[in-house]
């Protein structure tokens, strides 16, 4: 499991990418506990993340409606399967309106683009 760490921000908040080898959504929720587990994520609003399975997609956005539909166009746009990417988000007071969608875009981005570095 790799972390990226303070990747961008805007507006107040923070956003962090994690990613990882990961076949079930039972795997992807043991990743999303794992990253809980350092004081900083669990204080972390949202931890919405995409995966893709040879059964099918499996996301979960984690109130960051629609979060999980992006994550998963990239993924299928990569050809990257049984990988979890989870995009974390402290919320920093301000609502960000459509930028957020951009916002779990860039960071998906950087991580996929961290794989082929």
């Known amino acids: 499991m790799v ?6 921000s805007d507006r107040g908040s923070k956003y962090a990418v994690t990613g990882g080898p990961c076949r079930s959504e039972d795997e992807a929720k043991a990743m999303v506990a794992q990253l809980k587990r350092k004081k900083k994520f669990a204080k972390a609003t949202h931890h919405s993340w ?9 996301k979960n956005d984690d109130g960051e409606s629609g979060a999980g539909n992006v994550i998963l166009r990239m993924l299928e746009r990569e050809g990257l399967t049984e990988h979890v990417v989870i995009v974390t988000r402290w919320y920093g007071g301000k609502h960000l309106g ?5 916002h779990v875009q860039t960071a998906t981005r950087i991580y996929l683009d961290s794989l082929e570095a």
Do not use: E, K, Q, Y
């Open 98 to 102: 459509g930028d957020r969608f951009r």
């Open 50 to 58: 995409g995966l893709l399975t040879a059964s099918g997609p499996i």
């Open 3 to 8: 972390t990226l760490d303070n990747i961008l």
